[in-house]
């Protein structure tokens, strides 16, 4: 339930921006509609969909390597195959097209086109792939918008350099970007560097729970993400003087950040405190970006508690004043990525229980137990936050053109059931908190529904569902089957908003009644399925014996007659 603050002073907690923390206004729905030109779009990423992990020339990754130990994913699941978009892609499109969908973001993966992550090594299969995924698109009139860098780090990288950890990854990015601009960007006018720096450098580098699984605390989440930070730099100044004159594109990053509110908004502490929580994960990487360092606070808490550990530096790495300037304004729009939100209080944490991303920052995170939780742990459905970030956004970063590149709910059941009505509320209440934002003066040009299909969820596996079509994993075909929330999605996108009450009202019937269908045909699926496994695992196996025991009985029949 959303909070009520009837408060008359106003706080600011930071001297240089203005967001009013006391500031949060009434539930009510809002119709209207999205101005015109609004995007509206589905996402994937190349490891959770593709599939065809060593095919046609493509190189390991990270994500192969990490999902092949024993252990690392739930169920020791694997990307091996996935929702097999490498050769479903024209289904896929035809999907897309249904929806009447903008445009579509996918990720290119850095070993498909390069095996080895060396420009050298170019893989000109991976290449076409790319090609064909984008003509489909805009033979259908779908924008793509292309992400460079979702995580899938060519292994070699990883065994020869360290990764994120070195700072050779600056260049070998940049070639592999540079590289996509040559040979895409006549066609993709959207490029995002990375997406969700965060979870590489904090899950990848500090807790191990991701590829590569490297549990350096402390410090090697701030060494991965300050690398990250200048390859992104680098490679928007790569674009900006190589190829925009001609390509006229844009080159942005992708950043996800769940909202933090103070769980006491009378009291500074906690204000501060969930403050500090946005710049430890949002302005980490947004503040060097737009405004040209690390937050302040970042410097502040990282460099005291350095200190107080007897360490001579800060474990935060320092931009030089070179640096600063290079970075800065090297965004032409933020991706930003966004599910849930958490209420933030403070919390001391001694420097003398070690080094740790979490314990620098000092806060505790809480969650109001009658928030909604239909699939992951961590996704609770809060969607007044969304409208709050981005309002935090706006006053934090001068406004910026912002493209929401992540949004959606998951789903954690055994029985599958197509009607996923907490998905059409959810996206329901979200799009209209977005939409509460554009009326504030929040400059959001488009909206990505995450995600297109049920997919490889990382260290998940298959056992979380975003997707807006359901994928059934057993089939060898992996076929697809539209939920609810894709008939109610594709009425948001046809109205562009929500044009009044009755008209909303009726959607989620008509999208209801729609699903029973498609539940049929699922039920249906297993039993295709396993005609499937009769044809190609047993008709074979019992033809086999019987050639064999033919063999045996003419061998007897033969000694017989000798």
Known sequence: MRPHHLLALVLCVSARDDFDWTKNEGTSFYYGTFPTGFSWGAGSSAYQTEGAWNVDGKGRSIWDAFAHKEGKILSNDTGDSSCDGYSKFKEDVTLMKDMKLNHYRFSISWPRILPSGLKSDLNERGIKYYEALISSLLDHHITPIVTLYHWDLPQVLQEQYGGWQNASMVNLFNDFADLCFQRFGDRVKYWITFNNPWSIAVEGYETGEHAPGLKLKGTGAYRAAHHIIKAHAQVWHTYDMKWRSRQKGLVGISLTADWGEPVDVTNQRDMEAAERYLQFSLGWFASPIFRGDYPQAMKDYIGRKSGQQGLGASRLPVFSPQEKSYIKGTSDFLGLGHFTTRYVTLKNYPSGLGDSYFADRDLAELVDPRWPDPGSEWLYSVPWGFRRLLNFIKTQYGNPMIYVTENGVSEKTRCTDLCDDWRMQYFKDYINEMLRAVKDGVNVKGYTAWSLLDN???????????????????????????????????????????????????????????????NQ???????????????????????TLCILLSAVFLMFLLRGRL
């Open 456 to 518: 490889f969820e990382w260290d998940q596996g298959f056992s979380e569902r975003f997707g807006l079509y359901y994928v059934d994993f057993r089939s060898k075909n992996k076929p697809r089957f539209p939920k609810a929330s894709v008939h109610f999605y594709k009425r948001i996108i046809s109205s562009n908003g929500f044009p009044n009450q009755r008209e909303v009202e009726s959607w989620k019937r008509k999208a209801v009644e729609t699903c029973s269908s498609s």
């Open 521 to 543: 045909l699922l039920a249906v699926d297993p039993l295709i399925g396993h005609m499937e496994m009769v044809t190609e695992v047993v008709v074979p196996t019992v033809c």
